[in-house]
């Protein structure tokens, strides 16, 4: 009996194995089928929307629209912010993109047999960072604005990566993305600011009220130090995947 159990124990073990592997290959499917050692994908090649385009118009690619090489054609975050109020319902969505891409990069790159690196540290630091700023955002909301039927209109900056396989080029796109992504709130953050500054010439709040002012100057100030930071070590590590095409 014991040799019996022996033998359907390790056989349990073999099938609950080969479930798992079935589920994590799945999970990098593209929709047509095809694999992640499908040779027609691993070209790292795909289609760049206008709109993506209209806001980062010197991604590779991007010359086909016409677009030039000036900040015309970028979206301006600035203006969706009105107010505090208008900052923490924008910064949500935006943080939880971050959040989602960096984590897909991290488990995909490491799926593919990538190793450690500057990049997904980078991202990690995004995913831990910002996840715990999203609770923040969300304290705010629930006490100072649960009322509120501010509806965000935050569209997403990350490009779909669900086809790619090819680790550099999954790299250098979620850098040049994030690089846009990361101005996006710096710009955002700086409006606050400066509606701030304004209104602090003119309005009369209480002692609670300057207290909760200044936390969220704090917080749009940390914003703007901490992207600054990280836009300046993606943009250095850019320089390695100069002659990866993310198109």
């Excluded at 033998?7 to 095809?34: N, P, R």
């Excluded at 910002?130 to 609770?135: G, K, P």
């Amino acid at each position: 009996m014991a040799k019996y159990a022996h033998l359907i124990t390790k056989g349990i073990i073999v099938v609950l194995l080969i479930i798992f592997t079935i589920a994590v290959v799945s999970k990098f499917q593209d929709k047509s089928g095809h694999d992640i050692h499908d040779n027609n994908i691993q070209t790292g090649h795909m289609e760049i929307s206008e709109e993506h385009c209209r806001m980062m118009p010197t991604m590779d690619g991007c010359e086909i629209y016409n677009l030039g090489t000036g900040n015309s054609g970028t979206m301006d975050h600035g203006s969706m912010i009105t107010g505090i109020e208008s900052y923490l319902f924008e910064m949500i969505p935006h943080h939880q993109e971050a959040v989602d891409s960096s984590t897909m990069l991290i488990n995909k790159t490491l799926f593919l047999g990538d190793q450690l690196d500057q990049l997904q540290t980078i991202a990690s630091n995004i995913v831990s960072g910002q996840a715990l700023e999203i609770n923040q955002l969300t304290t705010w909301i629930a006490d100072q604005y649960s009322g509120s039927t501010y509806i965000p209109h935050y569209m997403n900056m990350m490009r779909n990566t669900d086809t790619i396989t090819d680790v550099d080029t999954l790299k250098k796109m979620y850098a040049e993305d994030m690089i846009l992504h990361h101005q996006g709130a710096i710009d955002m953050s700086n409006k606050l600011l400066e509606l701030m500054t304004e209104e602090d010439k003119v309005i009369r709040v209480t002692e609670e009220g300057m207290k909760f002012r200044n936390e969220i100057k704090a917080f749009a100030q940390n914003v703007i130090d901490a992207q600054t930071k990280e836009i300046a070590e993606l943009t250095q590590i850019l320089e390695s995947y100069t002659s990866v095409s993310t198109h």
